[in-house]
């Protein structure tokens, strides 16, 4: 949701970026692993309980996950296997950020806190697989609004403007509404494709 709502804003600061990153041949896969990377950071971060500095990492990593695309399509490498790249690398980054979260409440015997992040993992690849196995049955489930950019967004914020906790709860809640309400999405367009 958040892609259909500020593409066009920022579309053209990215052109103009990913125009010069290719004029130095950086290719998108360059860009998709550094997000990776950098992610890796922001969760050690998380891990020693450095909250704000794991917020500020994880929100420059997010703009690695922007350009990857941009950068693909000012080459004209887009291609299907370069998008399935970038998805599981973006599995990966989540399974990080919120490994080194929940490191965190564990190391600190934070039983509860431990347990609402791993629903929020949980939560964060049923968005995902869900709409991966819909699209399957019906052309497109990109609806809801529990996506990556929101997740990482809600999380960045929630950490640098002290709001860590609250952040942590609107995404366990918000990441499995997305979930559910793209089952029931799924299930409605295929009763009117049927019907």
Avoid at 7 to 32: D, S, W
Avoid at 35 to 40: K, M, P, R, T
Avoid at 55 to 63: F, H, M, P
Avoid at 167 to 191: E, F, N, Q
Wanted: hydrophobic share 50%; net charge positive; aromatic share 12%.
């Amino acid at each position: 949701m958040l892609r259909r709502l500020v593409g066009n804003k920022i579309k053209t600061p990215l052109t103009f970026i990913a125009h010069h990153l290719h004029q130095k041949n950086i290719t998108p896969n360059i860009l998709t692993f550094t997000g990776l990377v950098i992610n890796i950071i922001g969760a050690l971060f998380y891990y020693n309980g450095w909250i704000l500095m794991g917020g500020v990492v994880i929100l420059c990593a997010g703009i690695f996950d922007m350009l990857d695309g941009a950068v693909a399509r000012e080459s004209n490498t887009v291609s299907k296997i370069g998008a399935f790249t970038d998805s599981v690398v973006d599995r990966y980054s989540d399974f990080i950020i919120f490994g080194g979260i929940i490191a965190y409440f564990a190391k600190g015997g934070n039983t509860g806190e431990t347990i609402l992040v791993l629903f929020i993992l949980c939560g964060s690849f049923l968005v995902s697989y869900v709409r991966a196995r819909a699209e399957l049955v019906i052309p497109s489930c990109d609806v809801g609004f529990m996506e990556r950019p929101e997740r990482i967004i809600i999380l960045a914020l929630g950490s640098i403007l002290n709001f860590f906790m609250l952040s942590l709860w609107i995404l366990a809640v918000g990441t499995h509404l997305t979930a559910i309400y793209r089952i029931w999405y799924t299930y409605m367009s295929d009763k009117q494709a049927q019907s």
